[in-house]
């Protein structure tokens, strides 16, 4: 990596020069020039990474092929690729610190949930992915025809797989999908998001650390629009596993119909939090506020939408309105820091178009729903009441600190209050009741479900959704599984 790093004062990182793309085991420049990078918390620059053209985008997937079909990575013993990838999670746990500095400066979430949180659950997800390079077994299923046969069923890799991460959790998205790629055999061109590519690019050096061959991984950065559409259009990639919007996701079917190539979308979300009567109200009401500030509520399981049963809504309201005055907004690099600033301008205006509407419809803005302070993207911890139930607040994702609470008369109305929305992603519920919450939990078409707990997300569960948050799974066997191809061997024996 061509680039001379080192902290500076308040923590911040000083870049020599512009960072490079990694193709092929090598540092280049983009064809297209440089991207500025912004610190959302004061929106100054503070490095620039390279936009990457078409034909880096081809050199990138030409790479990833030629390093599959030579086996430069799958000729490798299982047990050496786990060591590999072990490898990884120690070099994340020993540059942690400057990889946290690098995924606030560059995203704006507080430094000791990058620290804390982010960090630990990259390693943890090469350390679980780790574990399956020698578990992808195969099976021999009987042949139910005339003579004697053998048949084998074999789990190989997809081939070349294109992997593009958002900007919420860059790094995390990053881990959660290298990991089970490599562990499956595939190689990889990681597209990460043009205004989070810090910790990507860095990624790309730790995984040539610690033994990847060169051209396994290599690392695009640039606009979506360019190096994004690129890759999804490629028709020597085999795979796209995309985690974003919606919209996004939409668009990546049609791209994808050149070469049919594989898709796995985990996209957004509009998922509803449900607190009844019984409830322990002190951990609801936490989780509750965790649940929509964190990480500014940039997050595609934000529990945005928020379900009272009416004779404990006005000391739910009260409790959550402390909740969210108490986050102390600031740069993220602040260890005092508890909820940072919007990742971008677009989103800052994005998020405070959806309160001014919804103000302007009617609704009650409960605390917040302002911008803070005059420097960087920053929005005020906002709760909103007596929003119209067809409004857009309460519909479409805002990807924002927007909390949007509800009476609730009639707890057997929660399966379709939760139904009713293009979304599927998650839900929560909270009772006393587990049994009764257990069969509530069966009637809604979410992909996770929690009752009585926050929202809980581990490289071992799988993850994703159902109708218009995404298509497949990742974590767990669902998610190694869809790097891979099954093949069907049969032998006759006479």
Not at 365 to 373: D, L, M
Not at 408 to 415: H, S, T
């Amino acid at each position: 990596m061509e680039t001379s790093t080192g902290p500076s004062s308040g923590g911040r990182i000083a870049f020599a020069e512009p960072l490079r793309m990694l193709i092929g085991g090598e540092w280049v420049v983009g064809g297209q020039g440089t991207i500025e990078v912004l610190d959302p918390s004061s929106a100054e620059p503070f490095a620039a990474i390279g936009a990457a053209s078409a034909a880096d985008v081809d050199q990138a997937v030409a790479a990833a092929r030629a390093a599959f079909e030579q086996s430069r990575w799958t000729g490798l013993a299982a047990s050496k690729r786990a060591q590999i990838l072990w490898r990884v999670a120690e070099l994340i746990d020993q540059q942690a610190d400057e990889l946290a500095v690098l995924e606030t400066l560059d995203n704006g979430k507080p430094i000791t949930a990058a620290r804390n949180m982010d960090l630990p659950a990259a390693a943890a997800a090469f350390r679980y992915w780790a574990g399956w390079c020698s578990k992808l077994d195969g099976r021999s299923p009987a042949v139910d025809a005339p003579g004697e046969y053998v048949s084998v069923a074999l789990r190989e890799p997809i081939g070349v797989v294109a992997l593009i991460v958002p900007w919420n959790f860059p790094l995390v998205n990053a881990a959660v999908k290298v990991a089970p790629a490599l562990a499956a055999g595939c190689t990889v061109v990681l597209k990460p998001a043009e205004l989070t590519s810090l910790t990507a690019i860095r990624l790309g050096q730790i995984l040539l650390d610690a033994g990847v061959p060169a051209g396994v991984v290599n690392v695009v950065t640039g606009h979506g629009r360019e190096a994004g559409a690129a890759l999804a259009a490629h028709d020597d990639v085999d795979k796209i596993s995309f985690t974003g919007s919606t919209a996004v996701g939409k668009d990546l079917l049609v791209a994808a119909r050149g070469n049919l190539k594989r898709l796995t979308l985990e996209l957004g979300g509009k998922s509803p939090n449900f607190i009844l009567g019984d409830a322990d109200l002190g951990k609801a009401i936490a989780a509750a506020a965790n649940g929509i500030f964190r990480n500014a509520g940039q997050m595609c399981a934000a529990a945005s939408r928020l379900y009272v049963a009416r004779e404990r809504y006005d000391e739910v309201l009260t409790g959550l309105i402390a909740q969210a005055r108490s986050f102390r907004l600031g740069p993220g690099i602040d260890p005092q820091t508890t909820m940072g600033p919007l990742v971008s301008q677009l989103q800052q205006r994005r998020v405070l178009d959806f309160i001014a509407e919804a103000r302007e419809q009617g609704a009650t803005i409960a605390c917040g729903g302002r911008a803070h302070g005059s420097v960087g993207y920053f929005v005020e911890p906002t709760i909103v009441a007596d929003a119209r139930p067809d409004s857009r607040i309460v519909r479409e994702e805002i990807f924002g600190p927007v909390l949007v609470v509800t009476p609730l008369d009639d707890a057997d109305a929660i399966p379709a209050i939760a139904n009713d929305s293009i979304y599927g992603l998650s839900a929560n519920i909270w009772s006393r009741d587990v049994a009764a919450a257990h069969r509530v939990a069966r009637r809604i078409r979410a992909g996770t479900i929690t009752i009585n707990s926050g929202m809980i997300v581990s490289p071992h569960l799988p993850f994703g959704g159902f109708k218009q948050s995404g298509w497949g799974r990742e974590g767990g066997a669902d998610g190694i599984e869809a790097f891979t191809e099954i093949k069907t061997i049969i032998t006759a024996l006479q």
